[in-house]
């Protein structure tokens, strides 16, 4: 069984910056793509991020210029730093992880963290 584990959600105050971390642990497993995905109140559930083994990396567009994602496949972790927030990135962030077990491709879903943004 996999586990994901997320970290660093939030209250911060409009223009600030988080930085999510996700630990992929468990069975033996070679990350696919990791992520990030959120949903606020009322609203279907978004990829903000991702980011591939090779570090291929893809972004919402409400997002570009201002998070990155970047992972280290050693440590089995995918990080999401997010600057000059907005009241609009409120949401539960979830990590994602697509890993590829014994030539499968499984999906794993952390239980997410709260992030807000609010002055």
């Known amino acids: 069984q996999v586990q994901l584990v997320e970290s660093g959600g939030g209250l911060v105050q409009p223009g600030g910056s988080l930085r999510l971390s996700c630990v992929a642990s468990g069975s033996r497993f070679n990350i696919f793509t990791m992520g990030w995905y959120r949903q606020a109140p009322g609203e279907q559930r978004e990829l903000v991020a991702d980011i591939t083994h090779g570090g291929s990396t893809r972004y919402a567009d409400s997002v570009k210029g201002r998070f990155t994602i970047s992972g280290d496949n050693a440590k089995n972790t995918v990080y999401l730093q997010m600057n000059s927030l907005k009241p609009e990135d409120t949401a539960v962030y979830s990590c994602?992880?697509?890993?590829?077990?014994?030539?499968?491709?499984?999906?794993?879903w952390g239980q997410g963290t709260q992030v807000t943004v609010s002055s």
């Open positions: 994602n992880a697509v890993l590829d077990m014994s030539s499968i491709l499984y999906e794993f």
